[in-house]
T-cell receptor, first 113, second 110 residues
Framework: GAGVSQTPSNKVTEKGKYVELRCDPI?????LYWYRQSLGQGPEFLIY????????DSGLPNDRFFAVRPEGSVSTLKIQRTERGDSAVYLC???????????FGEGSRLTVL | QKEVEQNSGPLSVPEGAIASLNCTYS??????FFWYRQYSGKSPELIMF????GDKEDGRFTAQLNKASQYVSLLIRDSQPSDSATYLC??????????FGTGTRLLVSP
């Protein structure tokens, strides 16, 4: 595709529910990053994939958060038992390789009621 | 200590002035440094990157890097109201993780 695509753009859910956020990176980009951004804050690193494997998942806040990239392209961020504190914009970015410029999607805004 | 630190601002400058945005980082092994601009409600977009000590110029923007002081700055010359945004400093650590600061909000008044 022309850019990084994220779906859904907005997600409202209730506390305790499970959500999935999808990221479709730029074609050919091997590196994929997930960030979380709260109001007034910079993007907070969650996880970075190089190909199919998670090269660094040190930013995942707890075991309720999990991400996969089974074929080295599309990635899904999964959040179990959502909490109100999970409300934020979840940003996905991709780059040609681990050293390259990151291109961001428009984000998925998650609201947990 | 945060990995990347920025003053949250807002930094207010009049149109036509030079805006100076600053950032410090903690990981001495960092090799790559980036400035992103983020308009309200939008995703970050890359303005400049710098790898070597010294200055790098691109149009009205100049990035400055001092690795000994672990300091990165962005100068915007002839500031325009359309430059009003949050500017995010980002540092790529030795493990290829890109870490962002909290951003500095810039307001350019006509």
């Amino acid at each position: 595709g022309a850019g990084v695509s994220q779906t859904p753009s907005n997600k409202v859910t209730e506390k305790g529910k499970y959500v999935e956020l999808r990221c479709d990176p730029i074609s050919g980009h091997t590196a994929l990053y997930w960030y979380r951004q709260s109001l007034g804050q910079g993007p907070e690193f969650l996880i970075y994939f190089q190909g199919t494997g998670a090269a660094d998942d040190s930013g995942l806040p707890n075991d309720r958060f999990f991400a996969v990239r089974p074929e080295g392209s599309v990635s899904t961020l999964k959040i179990q038992r959502t909490e109100r504190g999970d409300s934020a914009v979840y940003l996905c970015a991709s780059s040609l390789n681990s050293a390259g410029e990151l291109f961001f999607g428009e984000g998925s805004r998650l609201t947990v009621l | 200590q945060k990995e990347v630190e920025q003053n949250s601002g807002p930094l207010s400058v009049p149109e036509g002035a030079i805006a100076s945005l600053n950032c410090t980082y903690s990981d001495r092994g960092s090799q790559s440094f980036f400035w992103y601009r983020q308009y309200s409600g939008k995703s970050p977009e890359l303005i400049m990157f710098i790898y070597s000590n010294g200055d790098k110029e691109d149009g009205r923007f100049t990035a400055q890097l001092n690795k000994a002081s672990q300091y990165v700055s962005l100068l915007i010359r002839d500031s325009q109201p359309s430059d009003s945004a949050t500017y995010l400093c980002a540092v790529k650590t030795g493990f290829q993780k890109l870490v962002f600061g909290t951003g500095t909000r810039l307001l350019v008044s006509p």
